[in-house]
């Protein structure tokens, strides 16, 4: 239980769509917005997990042309945050909307989040610790999987309030906005070369 208690924080502290998303809105739109925006992304990852464990996504995803549509719809919309991450200039506002994406947005994001998937795949296909008994074991890994990925994502939107309150100079600022596109570039990356 303590193996999967570690994967899962690795799994999730690790840049991602999600965690680099619940930064950019506690940046641009503060607490209130991001607790929304997590509440959201929670939502979707717990839907993506339990599509995982009933089959229901490799039932889906078996299917090449669904698989195709999917893989490319999430790999646009991560090159879409990516460049709009990239190119918000100096100013650290990772996406940049006349409101905040609220619930529904967080949701979106985590079901064409590939690393979703691939977490959620990795977490409840491997780390057996009570093989007698597989519907505890699964509903105590959701148990532990949202006790740590909760706090996370919110010391992510605290990270996002804390940069947009330094005020740090442009160039800073700028190269802060590169590292995370990079980081939603890597993610993109490691989506397309598992697919082959």
Not at 86 to 113: C, W
Not at 124 to 143: C, H, R, V, W, Y
């Amino acid at each position: 239980m303590l193996t999967f208690a570690a994967a899962v924080f690795f799994l999730i502290i690790t840049p991602g769509p999600g965690v680099l998303s619940a930064a950019g809105v506690g940046a641009g739109y503060g607490l209130g917005a991001g607790t929304r925006y997590v509440a959201g992304l929670c939502i979707g990852t717990n839907l993506v997990a339990l599509a995982v464990v009933t089959g229901v996504a490799a039932f889906v995803l078996a299917e090449p042309a669904i698989r195709t549509v999917l893989l490319y719809a999430s790999v646009a919309y991560l090159l879409y945050l990516a460049a709009r991450i990239a190119f918000a200039g100096a100013k650290i506002a990772f996406i940049e909307r006349s409101k905040p994406p609220g619930v529904l947005g967080g949701i979106t994001l985590q079901i064409i989040n590939p690393k979703a998937y691939a977490v959620n795949t990795t977490l409840f296909s491997g780390f057996a610790f009570m093989t007698a008994d597989p519907l505890a074991e699964t509903l105590i890994k959701f148990a532990i999987m949202n006790a740590i990925w909760i706090p996370i994502h919110f010391l992510w939107v605290g990270a996002g309030i804390w940069l947009h309150r330094l005020d740090l100079p442009q160039r800073v600022q700028f190269a802060i906005n590169v590292l995370m596109a990079l980081s939603m570039l890597a993610v993109v990356g490691l989506a397309l070369w598992s697919q082959q």
